[in-house]
């Protein structure tokens, strides 16, 4: 197939997590050469491993849904899919000092937390979500805590939406848009039957086949190299990095919008879309484990001065080879990066979770705890505001060779490596759009595979 030869264009990326990568490799499929700036020691992003005991582990847990096509077909195409182990899993709820499994209409009708009128009114109002609601859209205008009150009644909200909003969002939680919990809830529950995926070697092995492409292809990567300074050029962009410009005939920026603001100088500095942009982080507190601690993949959290709102048992779906025997067990706490509660100290968080599992379950044996890890990502997700659509950055900052594949562009889609595949695959056709100075951008990368 014919591509955009042009050996004089090259491309910064910036950012070596998901969107980076896949940005670099379509880039370089499309004859464009590129050079990647990442800020750490190493490539995945969000997605970063860390070694225990000769084995290869998540710092956040990933798993990917059957209903991905964007990742799945890039996994084909890497020759990936073939080691994709899917496996059926099911989701637990504690509320105060109860547990409910929570997957099934019975589960529902059995909730406690709920009156019975609250559980009929529950399964009313999601199945109206799941099959009526069709719209998305419609919501993006609408708060979800003023839409989820108006579907179940002011109880349910508080008892059950509002504390799940608030794992999520903290102090914000009224503020975002109806339409992001709309995408989240038929994303996860569309199916009948919760199935996730894990590819052999988990994301690591995605971000690493992406990696020796780009080399493969010829692509640069440079680790340790943060990108530090941004600013248009007459015929492009340069960038520094280790104090050194480099002329490049375009970027594509994966940086949160802060960061990148923060780099860019001249025009950029004022162009760059939601600067603003409140963001979420996480501390994700790792426990591995000798034995299996719970029935479940996902437990929603809501318990008064627990310092987590969620716990997840990834080896109900990561296969024990992959683990040398161990059950990783993430507990987790989504908060502003300047928080409080995100600056603790790891001693304070290891603690905290040792005895988060003695109060949920009294009879756990602290001796099956073989280590215990601590991680902190300052830029999850941002805090969507309401008619966010409307402001959602454009794949390309205006007038200029700076192009975003970024999580802000996700909205209404879910944080996911499945979204930034698909968002960073449609930056490269605007990228290439522009490199070969057409000015109505394809919206195929097939119709910029030019004769
Ligand atoms: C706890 C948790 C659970 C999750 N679960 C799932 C899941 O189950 N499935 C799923 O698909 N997704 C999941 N996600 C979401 C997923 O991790 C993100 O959607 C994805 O990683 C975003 O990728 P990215 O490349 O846009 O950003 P990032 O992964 O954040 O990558 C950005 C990169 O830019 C680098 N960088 C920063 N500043 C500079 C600079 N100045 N110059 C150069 N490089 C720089 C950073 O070091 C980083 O490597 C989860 C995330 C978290 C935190």
Same mark, same amino acid.
């Given at each position: 197939m014919p591509t955009l030869t042009r050996p004089n264009h090259q491309v910064a990326v910036l950012g070596g997590g998901i969107s980076g990568l896949v940005s670099a490799y379509r880039l370089l499929q499309q004859g464009v050469g590129v050079t990647l700036f990442e800020a750490s020691d190493a490539l995945g992003g969000l997605g970063g491993t860390f070694e225990y005991n000769r084995a290869v582990m998540e710092q956040f847990y990933h798993v990917m849904l059957n209903s991905d096509?964007?990742?799945?077909?890039?996994?084909?195409? +890497?020759?990936?899919?073939?080691?994709?182990?899917?496996?059926?899993?099911?989701?637990?709820?504690?509320?105060?000092?109860? %547990?409910?499994?929570?997957?099934?209409?019975?589960?529902?009708?059995?909730?406690?937390? +709920?009156? @019975?009128?609250?559980?009929?009114?529950?399964? !009313?109002?999601?199945?109206?979500?799941?099959?009526? !609601?069709?719209?998305?859209?419609?919501? /993006?205008? @609408?708060?979800?805590?003023?839409?989820?009150?108006?579907?179940?009644?002011?109880?349910?909200?508080?008892? +059950?939406?509002?504390?799940?909003?608030?794992?999520?969002?903290?102090?914000l939680y009224d503020t975002v848009p109806a339409y992001w919990f709309w995408s989240r809830l038929t994303r996860e529950k569309g199916g009948a039957k919760e199935v996730k995926g894990y590819v052999e070697g988990g994301y690591r092995a995605i971000a690493d086949a992406l990696a020796s492409e780009i080399v493969r292809m010829g692509g640069k990567v440079r680790l340790k190299t943060p990108a530090q300074g941004l600013h248009e050029t007459a015929g492009g962009v340069q960038v520094n990095a280790e104090g050194q410009w480099d002329p490049f005939s375009a970027v594509i920026s994966t940086?949160?919008?802060?960061?990148?603001?923060?780099?860019?100088?001249?025009?950029?500095?004022?162009? !760059?879309?939601?600067?603003?942009?409140?963001?979420?982080?996480?501390?994700?507190v790792v426990l591995i484990l000798k034995q299996r601690l719970q029935p479940y993949y996902?437990?929603? @959290?809501?318990?008064?001065?627990?310092?987590?709102?969620?716990?997840?048992?990834?080896?109900?779906?990561?296969? +024990?080879?992959?683990?040398?025997?161990?059950?990783?067990?993430?507990?987790?706490?989504?908060?502003?990066?300047?928080?409080?509660?995100?600056?603790?100290? /790891?001693?304070?968080?290891? %603690?905290?979770?040792?005895?988060?599992?003695?109060?949920?379950?009294?009879? %756990?044996?602290?001796?099956?705890?073989?280590?215990?890890?601590?991680?902190?990502?300052? %830029?999850?997700?941002?805090?969507?505001?309401?008619?966010?659509?409307a402001d959602r950055p454009e794949a390309q900052i205006s007038g200029s060779k700076v192009f975003l594949a970024t999580t802000a562009q996700a909205y209404p889609r879910v944080n996911a490596w499945n979204t930034m595949v698909e968002i960073a695959s449609e930056t490269v056709v605007k990228v290439c759009a522009e490199l070969v100075g057409r000015s109505a951008p394809a919206s195929t990368m097939d119709e910029l595979t030019l004769a």
């Open positions: 096509a964007p990742l799945l077909s890039l996994l084909e195409e +890497l020759d990936l899919a073939g080691t994709i182990r899917w496996q059926e899993t099911g989701m637990g709820f504690q509320y105060e000092e109860a %547990f409910y499994p929570f997957n099934t209409p019975l589960d529902l009708l059995r909730f406690g937390a +709920l009156t @019975i009128p609250e559980r009929l009114r529950t399964a !009313v109002g999601a199945a109206y979500i799941t099959k009526f !609601v069709k719209n998305g859209a419609a919501l /993006d205008g @609408i708060t979800a805590a003023a839409w989820l009150t108006s579907i179940f009644g002011a109880s349910v909200f508080q008892k +059950l939406w509002r504390p799940l909003l608030t794992a999520k969002f903290g102090d940086l949160p919008m802060p960061l990148l603001q923060k780099i860019a100088g001249g025009r950029i500095h004022g162009e !760059v879309p939601q600067s603003d942009l409140v963001y979420q982080g996480v501390v994700n996902w437990n929603a @959290i809501v318990k008064q001065g627990f310092p987590f709102q969620g716990l997840v048992e990834t080896t109900h779906v990561v296969p +024990l080879e992959q683990t040398n025997g161990r059950h990783l067990v993430y507990l987790m706490n989504y908060c502003n990066k300047d928080s409080e509660t995100y600056s603790r100290s /790891d001693s304070d968080w290891k %603690f905290q979770a040792q005895k988060a599992l003695t109060s949920l379950y009294p009879d %756990f044996d602290q001796s099956v705890v073989d280590e215990v890890k601590v991680f902190r990502a300052p %830029f999850v997700e941002p805090v969507w505001p309401v008619n966010y659509l």
